[in-house]
């Protein structure tokens, strides 16, 4: 069973607080992808046992000033499509999926 966490980070100073704590006492390994302002080759959606948007100072609209927002929001798509554990604390993301 796979059992990478797979966190997705706008700012490099956020994290997954103490929920970093829960998941690896669950087996899961937690990867780290900051993907801040610059454009990402967004990795396999369906690789990770489990996929964190983590939240930022952006809009989900802001295509425009975050070029990285689309190959996120395929990432997200593909992730939910296939029913993968998927968690997005922010509304906005997840309404644009």
Known sequence: ???EAL???HVYFEDLGSLELVLGDRGHLVRYLDI???????PNP???S???VLGGPIGAYEDAHYPHLAPLLSML???????L???A???SVLARS
Not at 36 to 42: E, F, P, Q, V
Not at 77 to 83: C, F, I, Q, T, Y
């Open 85 to 87: 554990p998927t968690i």
């Open 77 to 83: 798509e593909k992730s939910m499509a296939a029913g």
């Open 50 to 52: 489990l996929l964190v």
């Open 36 to 42: 801040g302002r610059g454009r990402i080759d967004a």
């Open 89 to 91: 604390p922010s509304a």
């Open 1 to 3: 069973m796979k059992t």
């Open 7 to 9: 966190a997705i980070r």
């Open 46 to 48: 369906l690789h990770p």
